[in-house]
């Protein structure tokens, strides 16, 4: 499913004293099959954008936007495959099942007594009345999905969520998205709070969702080197706006202008930029593969 933004703005508490523009006039096409990455430092919007994507947050009604018409710039689009978010007749619960979406911290939302009572939650929780899946059916995808995400049903099925690992409870929560095998998996900060190998962990499961599972994969990250190993594409948000929408390789190119945007650069972009300070030019797309392979070119030897 491809995702199309054209002209989001988004404003929390509208028309009080205490309105908040979070988003203002956001355009965004993401391709069916990538793995996108969502940047900004804290409140730059990333995540009310994510949130539009299953229509958690509502575009105003339209009655609401012609108003605003008259007053600003064009209507907002918000397409996600066929689903139009912007019409009030679409069925937002469909939607859901095809884009699943894990919150940040979502091991918050563990409640069942075991991990495997969690998971089915997510499936039945969708499944269409009269259409209830057997607890064959159930007992099978709760599986599939739970070895997807790295565990293994035997072990973990009985256990209580409450007395798993940080990076065990957010694989069973990952579980519980994926269990209903949506197409769009959209995660919000899911490698956030994690030790370094929990972290890893995570990273890797989310490639191999990708792989097998989900047709694209949108992140919200602060790991630049994560989104520069990673993503096919990342968009940069800044106080409610996007600044950039490319490819990493070309992104990092304007590692000064993100720096200045009060981000992170990764490793390899650090690198380049203290080698062109001593006039060395690196060029690489900021995997770190490819920066070795690089410099490794410049001494006239091969990776
Ligand atoms: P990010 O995910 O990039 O940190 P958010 O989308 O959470 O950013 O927030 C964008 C802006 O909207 C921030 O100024 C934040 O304080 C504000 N905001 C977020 N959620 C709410 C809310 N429920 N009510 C009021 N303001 C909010
Ligand atoms: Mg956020």
Known sequence: MRIVVEHLSHCYNAGSPFAVKALDDVSLTIEEGEFYGILGHTGSGKSTFV????????????????????????????????????????????????????????????????????????????????????????????????SACGLDYDEFAEKSPFDLSGGQKRRVAIAGVVVSRPEVLVLDEPAAGLDPLGKREVMELLHRLHDDWCKT????????????????????????????????????????????????????AKLRLALRERGVAVDCDFTEDDFVRAVL???????
């Not at 339209?62 to 139009?84: A, I, T, W």
């Not at 190993?229 to 948000?237: I, Y």
């Open 217 to 268: 994969v949108i992140i919200v990250s602060h790991d630049m080197d994560e989104i520069a190993e990673n993503c096919t594409r990342a968009a940069v948000f800044s106080e409610g706006r996007v600044v950039f929408d490319l490819p990493p390789r070309e992104l990092f190119l304007h590692a000064e202008e993100l720096v200045r945007l009060g981000l992170d650069i990764p490793l390899t």
């Open 297 to 303: 070119a410049l001494k006239g030897e091969k990776a």
């Open 51 to 146: 949130q539009h994507l299953n229509g958690l947050l509502r575009l105003p009604s339209s009655l609401k936007r012609r108003k605003k018409r008259r007053e600003s710039g064009p209507s907002p689009v918000l397409r996600v495959g066929e689903f139009d978010l912007s019409d009030k007749k679409t069925d937002f619960r469909a939607l859901r099942k095809r884009v699943g979406m894990v919150f940040q911290y979502p091991e918050y939302q563990l409640f069942a007594e075991t991990v495997k009572d969690d998971v089915a939650f997510g499936l039945l929780n969708f499944a269409e009345k009269g259409k209830k899946p057997s607890p064959e059916e159930t007992e099978r995808a709760v599986r599939d999905a739970l």
